[in-house]
């Protein structure tokens, strides 16, 4: 497990974010048992922890790297929580867990807990509200466009949506024929992008869009929820 730890200092607070990696598999036995993820796989995690520390609380949190190295790596999920184990529901737990072992024990705030599987996929938890969403990252021939998508409410299953029900919006993207009309719609872009997931996509999947991004060469912009799409 390696950590990497990154400091600023903004309005007379401290954040402190750190990253711990560990390996694991896990088995998504509610899903259909056709679906390729309801058996065994493993992923490379990567859990990224940020946090207000406050009064000379010491800038550490090493502590949930030991936590996710003992409890978590090298083993099968399934054997090691209760819940359902998505990236969803694991943000939510750890994020429960930095509050009753962290939280409790010094003067840091939780901000945000994000679990990732791969280096464009991840789930976040907010410290503050509880909320989890979900983000996938698409790289096209006119740049990356991120997708994070939210949900009223995490169920048994702990599924927003299946990364798979994105495929639409991904051979959108990749299409030749949008490729060229993409380029051509400059600033309007994002909006765009936005649009057309909502319009083809959101009706299908069980979550909704909260924000998209496009960071390219010729467009950087965001597009959050209640936006005109």
């Known amino acids: 497990m390696k950590a990497a730890e990154d400091k600023r200092v903004a309005d007379g607070q401290t954040t402190i974010s750190q990253s711990f990696d560990f390996s694991a598999s896990h088995e998504l036995r509610l899903l259909p048992t056709s679906h390729k993820c309801s058996r065994n796989h493993g992923h490379n995690y990567t859990v990224t922890a940020s946090a207000l520390v406050h009064d000379d609380a010491p800038g550490d949190l090493s502590t949930l ?5 003992a409890t978590f790596d090298h083993r099968l999920l399934n054997e090691q ?8 529901l ?3 737990h750890l994020a429960e867990w930095f509050r009753d072992n962290v939280e409790s024990a010094t003067s840091i705030t939780l901000v945000a807990m ?9 789930a976040r938890c907010d410290g503050v509200t509880g909320e989890v969403t ?4 698409f790289t096209t021939s006119h740049g990356d466009v991120t997708l994070v998508l939210g949900a009223d409410g995490l169920d048994e299953v702990g ?10 919006f991904e051979a959108y993207l990749q299409a030749p024929g949008a ?12 909006a ?5 997931f909502v319009d083809n996509v959101e009706p299908e999947i069980r979550g909704r869009l909260v924000s998209l991004r496009v960071d390219s060469r010729t467009t950087t912009g965001l597009w959050e929820r209640g936006d005109a799409s």
């Open 65 to 69: 790297g030991e936590y996710l190295t």
């Open 81 to 88: 929580v209760t819940f359902h184990p998505t990236s969803e």
């Open 90 to 92: 694991l943000a939510a």
């Open 114 to 122: 994000i679990v990732s599987e791969t280096e464009s996929t991840s």
């Open 134 to 137: 979900i983000s996938k990252t």
């Open 159 to 168: 599924f927003i949506t299946d990364f798979g029900d994105l495929k639409p």
């Open 179 to 190: 490729d060229e009309g993409l380029r051509a719609t400059g600033p309007a872009l994002v």
């Open 192 to 196: 765009h992008l936005a649009g057309w």
